[in-house]
């Protein structure tokens, strides 16, 4: 009987980039389970600017690198270099096209760097380049690069929407949310402002979130501009 060729093919993978406020915001929250949650569902790439920028913030010095790295080692996020770009572009993708596509990802990346910080820079570069998703809650850095006639990655997503997302999954009960929500507010951090404040029987108020489930039938197609993120 003839020998059979190993017909395994690598999984394709579906990233979704974060930046550094987003997991900044996760870690301080503690919620870091909601990674562990997203991650089997979608690939979360961080680029190596924003490893840098939380492992040793500005702010708050080596207070995420311990928690980041556990999230590191766990596989809940990873940090992108050129091979795991090339199994990003796609398993059965020409390598030379794979090359070509992180080079030009690493010049973006360096025009961006001109209007806005390296993390949001990278990100965005990478995200375009990968057709990607982006969690970021730095709408200035979305405003600066469009108003440059950059394209960022989409959508831009934010912390709130994986919360109110985990909530509707039951992932995470709604009491806990409103707390991480009051922490987040508590702290000075953004909340967007459909969220109310104080007690209310819905916590998330008007807010919706832009994650959801799709079955292939009504799957997005990136020939358009993708309103959410679909898992």
């Given amino acids: 009987m003839p020998e059979q060729g190993n017909t395994t093919q690598e999984p394709i993978l579906r990233p979704v980039l974060a930046d550094s406020d987003f997991l900044i915001q996760v870690l301080w929250a503690k919620q870091r389970r909601l990674l562990g949650r997203l991650s089997s569902e979608r690939t979360i790439v961080v680029v190596e600017e924003v490893e840098s920028e939380v492992r040793w913030h500005r702010k708050f010095k080596g ?109 995470l009960p709604s009491e806990k949310a409103a707390e991480v929500v009051k922490f987040l507010r508590n702290q000075g951090e953004w909340v967007p402002t459909a969220i109310p404040k104080g007690k209310c029987q819905n916590i998330f108020g008007e807010f919706e979130t832009r994650i ?14 993708p309103e959410f993120l679909e898992l």
């Fill in 63 to 171: 207070q995420f690198e311990p928690e980041f790295l556990r999230a590191v080692s766990a596989g809940e996020v990873t940090v992108l270099d050129r091979s795991l770009f090339r199994r990003l572009v796609g398993p059965n993708s020409d390598p030379t096209v794979a090359e070509l596509r992180f080079d030009e990802y690493q010049k973006s990346g360096q025009r961006y760097c001109t209007h806005v910080g390296d993390g949001e820079a990278y990100t965005h570069a990478a995200a375009v380049r990968l057709l990607a998703p982006v969690f970021s809650h730095d709408h200035n850095a979305v405003r600066l690069l469009l108003g440059c006639g950059l394209p960022v990655g989409g959508p831009v997503l934010s912390f709130y929407d994986l919360l109110k997302f985990a909530v509707d999954e039951q992932w």
């Fill in 212 to 225: 959801r489930r799709c079955g292939k039938e009504n799957a997005a197609l990136w020939n358009d501009p």
